[in-house]
């Protein structure tokens, strides 16, 4: 399955992209299982992830637990923790 990722303030400044289109393994289910098959693209995915519980995730502009399925995703957003006030 092809999905585009966008990459977000700080997880985008650390990967040094915006966004990029990638090829997913069939055994890449969930977004937990997104995160841990990223970290395998080497040095600077593995620092921008390294702390996965903060690290939020939308699948088509939805908001989404790391437990969710990724099927039928075409777009999936990875951002740090957001605050606002």
Excluded: C
């Excluded at 997913?24 to 519980?53: C, I, M, Q, R, W």
């Amino acid at each position: 399955m092809k999905v585009n990722l966008i990459y977000f303030a700080w997880v985008r400044e650390r990967i040094g992209k915006t966004e990029e289109e990638i090829e997913l393994p069939e055994s890449v289910v969930t977004v937990g299982d997104l995160l841990n098959h990223l970290k395998g693209f080497g040095e600077v995915y593995e620092a921008a992830l390294e702390f996965p519980d903060v690290i939020r995730v939308a699948i088509n502009q939805e908001h989404v637990e790391h437990d969710e399925a990724i099927a039928g995703a075409r777009e999936i957003g990875i951002f740090p923790p957001m605050t606002g006030g």
